[in-house]
């Protein structure tokens, strides 16, 4: 009895246009992981189809998870529990990793334990390096930009986030009006590489409060393009692209130099989509740096969606006796507590 | 041999478990919204009831369409992880069939869903329930000048249409749907899909 049994979760993930599955021991070690990407899929409509990304979960689900089990040479008796996104995230995307999960924890009378995806991109780092707290995560993706404290495992505190667009969106929306093809962002990250900065733009929402506003940048942005269309002046790209990542990073790192002083913050994590771009890495490194912090950064693989993550973050919920009943549902929107 | 039935594509729960030729546990609710939340729950308890446990069933037979899309993934997910899972046999019929094969009435049977917009999901099954017209995505209107072509038929839908005076209500005879789809050809887990009979909205517009 005094021997500490390891455990298994396995993760399942599906909030958006990837379909994934992982196994994960001790919340620390990826033992296998299979993802689905429809990225090729959705990129023939500029963004991602709600229905058409539905319909793939289905179609992939079984696949991703015989072949997760076959690559940890596993079984489902061996699993311990199963973690779930239950949300935030798409309805008919998220559904479909649901009824599995749901249906392997019938099947197999397993613990199941819901995941808020955030909670997921947070604890990818829990793979890499493990968590110091007082803590803050940076969550920056298509869908989310917000700052969350965190003082201990499954204890969340948002400080802030955008009072508007997502990172993320305003990256692939000003990347789109420039002509990249979506996903644009990482496009507009490596362009901006080669540029200088010469396009003036406003810094958005330089104030005293952990909030950040990228909606008023993007249409600056799309103003600039169309004027100097209008005037006839060619539109130099990496010009433009080096110039608004430069206030789009700006913004962010603002906030995160006044959260890591005002809370005393021993540990930055950099989460979600965008903590695979460049700039804004080189710039929360620096500051760390400056301010004396430990800085986890995923690897680039854990920046997507992944359910290794998933299955990461479920081994401390689960530590936290967060249980749900087979009545889980998923929840398009939900506030990470 | 035990069954498993599984209807989730309309805003209706239907799921059953018979054996051989005995009903053993049926559930026939509406749930509307909640069908996500719900459905798995109350398939649970039909296995509560009887003492059984998942592997017991020794057949699945899941509707797969066409119907709400997001009510057909959440029962056709269910049943394809659990047939791949326990290696459970498996196999799939249309709503438009169950609908024809419960109907009591010795008539051309007519099933529609309301597909929106002046469209329906619609099959044609003679007296015998064999096939006259498959199941498509169709006008409602077309599907009028079809069963005018027939002599006598009814239509069978929980949906209300204008411009149908006559529907005969939908109701699940579970033992009838069993025993004629029961040694229906199984299908590889992995490859049970929906058959959504349209494309996305977003799919269509490219064309």
């Not at chain 1, 379909?19 to 992981?33: D, M, P, R």
């Amino acid at each position: 009895m005094t021997e500490k049994k390891d455990i298994f979760i396995l993760g399942i993930e599906s909030s958006c246009d990837e379909t994934s599955a992982s196994i994960v021991k001790n919340g620390t070690e990826e033992l296998a992981t299979t993802i689905s990407s429809q990225i090729d899929i959705h990129k023939d409509f500029g963004g991602v189809v709600p229905e058409i990304a539905s319909r793939h979960h289905v179609k992939n689900i079984t696949f991703i998870l015989e072949e997760c089990l076959e690559k940890a040479k596993m079984k489902m008796e061996d699993i311990d529990a199963i973690a779930i996104t239950y949300g935030p995230g798409l309805i008919g995307s998220l559904l479909i990793g649901l009824e599995a999960a749901k249906t392997l924890s019938f099947l197999y009378n397993k613990l199941l334990i819901p995941v808020h995806h955030i909670a997921g991109h947070i604890y990818a780092n829990s793979l890499v390096k493990e968590l110091n707290f007082p803590l803050l995560a940076v969550v920056v993706s298509g869908g989310h930009t917000e700052l969350i404290e965190m003082t201990d495992h499954f204890q969340f505190k948002k400080l802030g986030g955008t009072l508007d667009d997502a990172i993320g969106e305003c990256y692939d929306k000003v990347a789109r009006v420039m002509g990249l093809e979506y996903p644009g962002g990482p496009k507009l990250d490596k362009l901006a590489l080669e540029g200088k900065i010469t396009y003036k733009l406003p810094v958005p929402l330089k104030d005293d409060s952990y909030n950040f506003s990228f909606s008023g940048l993007k249409s600056a942005v799309i103003n600039l393009v169309h004027n100097e269309e209008q005037r006839g002046n060619p539109l130099r790209n990496a010009d433009l692209a080096a110039s608004f990542q430069k206030v789009a990073v700006e913004s962010i790192t603002s906030k995160v130099r006044k959260a890591i002083k005002d809370k005393n913050i021993k540990n930055v994590i950099l989460a979600g989509g965008v903590a695979a771009n460049k700039i804004l890495r080189a710039s929360i490194q620096n500051l760390s740096d400056e301010l004396n912090v430990q800085l986890s950064i995923p690897p680039m693989k854990y920046c997507t969606d992944n359910a290794a993550m998933i299955a990461a973050a479920g081994y401390y919920a689960y530590k936290n006796g967060r249980i749900s009943n087979l009545n889980l549902n998923s929840k398009s929107q939900d506030t990470l507590n | 041999m035990r069954y498993l039935y599984i209807d989730t594509s309309s805003s209706y729960l239907y799921t059953a478990i018979v054996e051989d030729n005995k009903l053993l546990s049926e559930i026939r609710e509406e749930f509307g919204q909640s069908l996500s939340e719900i459905a798995l729950p109350k398939i649970v308890s039909m296995f509560k009831e009887n003492n059984l446990l998942a592997k017991d069933i020794n057949k699945i037979i899941v509707v797969n369409g066409p119907g709400s899309f997001t009510g057909i993934r959440i029962g056709v997910t269910i049943a394809k992880v659990y047939a791949w899972s326990l290696d459970i046999p498996i196999t799939t019929i249309t709503s438009l069939e169950a609908m024809a094969i419960s109907s009591r009435n010795d008539k051309v049977h007519i099933p529609l869903i309301n597909a929106r917009r002046g469209f329906v999901f619609a099959a044609i099954y003679d007296e015998n329930n064999k096939q006259i017209m498959k199941p498509q995505h169709i006008k409602l209107e077309a599907l009028l000048d079809e069963a005018k072509k027939l002599p006598n038929y009814e239509f069978i839908s929980n949906d209300t249409f204008e411009e149908l005076e006559h529907i005969s209500n939908y109701s699940p005879d579970y033992l009838k749907i069993i025993s004629n789809f029961k040694d229906k050809e199984e299908i590889n887990p992995h490859l049970i899909n929906p058959d959504y009979l349209k494309l996305t909205e977003a799919e269509e517009s490219k064309k």
